[in-house]
């Protein structure tokens, strides 16, 4: 009965749920889109988190947990998995949840047009066996599969066809860039980029509600300031994130809580490996100076790692040495420390790499991404100015900046990244794999770092399921990326949150904010 509902009366029905509440939130990143399928980046996936669904998800301690599948086995010898799909699971148009669904939004999420295509680069085949039971066949055994896609969100078929959607559009966008028709706890009731998305229950959510929000307002506060000062004033009940200087400020007031861990996001520098000379250099236009490990590794000598997280990030977060940090699976232990801090051994590579002088670039980094993201950048270009390395810093919204990146218009770049899995090969698989669309891999790799012995191994990594051999492969990774210092990583982010004392909720090491596990006392 409850698929006949009309969809205003599903979202009317939860408005009676007992001592409910109304809820705000601030971010500095708006989604860029609604589709979950379009743009793999922590502001989009985290928040269609609360309207779209998977077949699996990350519990409240990242354990992965049934969702709209209630359970999966291995098929045979490691050829794939079966899962069984979660019975009377209703779209928020009342629709039906079927196999077809997941079959559909395989094809589209794993299409060129989409920005997931590499989350499926093992996938060779999914079969729908019944309604309700899905095969997904994988080119060899692969262990962490199902890790793999905690965050690959099923559609349903019939509302993405009939509103011309079938495919994602990164660049124009279509219906499904705007709207939205998930299975999860929340539906949006309207959506203004840029200015806010309201969000209400589900009322024919299968799950059971743990929170008590009947309507939810999210509001883009690109300023740090005007998000702390609405915070304190009660316009809002929670901001991600809290300025790191008004830590200690917020912990004062008894009116508001602050809420801090470390995130399992690694910030690090990107170079453009495979370019033939510089784009923005004044006097080094017709060479790479980058494509040279020595430079690169320059600069890594050159950056005062320490100083940015005593000064800038006000002792907040923790130095890494590696894409991931160490509470990931996967962790190379084996691994010796980075370049330290030393502008005379930076000098030198530079003069032994021909470039005794210095020479001038660009440096692009976002300033609405990262937490202190821009002034993180203006440190990092002073400090390579005393080496010879001479930045032009252009800073930019997030949107602008992705686009940037993907047009090869940078000579250097901030990138954070947190592995969706939890585990070491995801970046492997993103950042240091050779970019290759038709396998699926590199698709965010994009100053198209490449290393034969890397793209050799990753295969093995992904279906080795013995974790001393795994392992011994990853740390042979992690070696490789360091001795040619592939990226330079930089620091684990720091999570830190704000919330008015009335607000109970639960902070996850990968920042998605889970509505459903709200409660407004």
Not at 222 to 229: K, Y
């Amino acid at each position: 009965m409850l698929r006949n509902l009309s969809y205003a009366a599903l979202i009317a029905a939860a408005a009676s749920t007992t001592h409910a509440e109304e809820f705000t939130w601030a971010v500095t990143t708006d989604p860029q889109t609604m589709d979950p399928h379009a743009v793999n980046s922590a502001p989009v996936l985290g928040f269609l988190n609360n309207v779209y669904e998977g077949l699996v998800r990350r519990g409240q301690d990242m354990a992965i947990e049934p969702a709209l599948a209630t359970s999966w086995e291995a098929i045979g010898a490691g050829d794939g998995w079966r899962f069984n799909l979660r019975k009377d699971v209703t779209f928020q148009d009342g629709a039906a949840f079927t196999a077809q669904d997941v079959l559909f939004s395989y094809e589209r999420a794993s299409s060129d047009e989409a920005d997931t295509s590499s989350w499926f680069s093992p996938v060779s085949e999914v079969v729908v066996v019944d309604d309700f039971t899905v095969d997904i066949m994988t080119t060899s055994p692969n262990p962490i599969f199902p890790d793999s896609i905690a965050n690959w969100m099923i559609m349903d078929s019939d509302w993405a066809t009939a509103n011309e959607a079938a495919r994602p559009n990164k660049e124009s966008g279509n219906y499904a860039t705007l709207n939205t028709n998930g299975t999860g706890a929340f539906a949006i009731t309207n959506r203004e980029p840029g200015l806010r998305t309201v969000l209400e229950p589900h009322a024919g959510w299968w799950g059971e509600a743990s929170h008590n929000i009947t309507r939810a307002e999210l509001t883009p506060i690109q300023n740090p300031a005007t998000a702390l000062a609405a915070l304190l004033s009660g316009d809002v009940d929670f901001i991600n994130p809290v300025p790191v200087q008004d830590v200690a400020r917020l912990q004062r007031d008894a009116n508001v809580k602050v809420i801090q861990g470390i995130e399992a996001r690694v910030i690090m520098l990107g170079f453009p490996h495979e370019a033939a000379a510089l784009k923005y250099s004044l006097e080094t236009s017709d060479a790479n100076p980058f494509a040279d490990p020595r430079v690169r590794r320059a600069v890594a000598h050159a950056v005062n790692v320490p100083a940015i997280l005593q000064t800038t990030m006000r002792g907040n977060a923790e130095a890494v040495n590696q894409l991931v940090s160490p509470a990931m699976r996967g962790y190379s232990d084996a691994l010796g420390g980075d370049a330290a801090y030393d502008q005379d051994a930076a000098r030198a590579l530079l003069a032994e790499a021909g470039y005794a002088d210095g020479f001038s670039f660009g440096l692009k980094c976002p300033n609405d991404r990262y937490l202190n993201d821009e002034a993180v950048c203006q440190a990092i270009t002073a400090m390579l100015a005393q080496v010879g390395l001479r930045a032009t810093l252009d800073a930019m919204p997030v949107q602008n900046y992705w686009p940037e990146l993907r047009a090869d218009n940078y000579d250097m770049y901030l990138l954070g990244w947190s592995p969706g899995t939890f585990d070491a090969e995801h970046p492997i698989r993103f950042l240091a794999a050779t970019p290759n669309e038709e396998k699926r891999l590199g698709s965010w790799n994009f100053g198209g770092y490449s290393n034969a012995r890397v793209d050799e191994l990753l295969p093995m990594i992904q279906s080795e399921i013995d974790d001393t051999k795994r392992q011994s492969m990853l740390d042979e990774v992690a070696q490789t990326l360091q001795d040619e210092t592939a990226y330079v990583p930089l620091y684990v982010q720091p999570l830190v949150w704000g919330t008015r004392a009335n607000i109970d909720l639960v902070q996850r090491p990968d920042n998605f904010f889970i509505l459903r596990w709200v409660t407004v006392n």
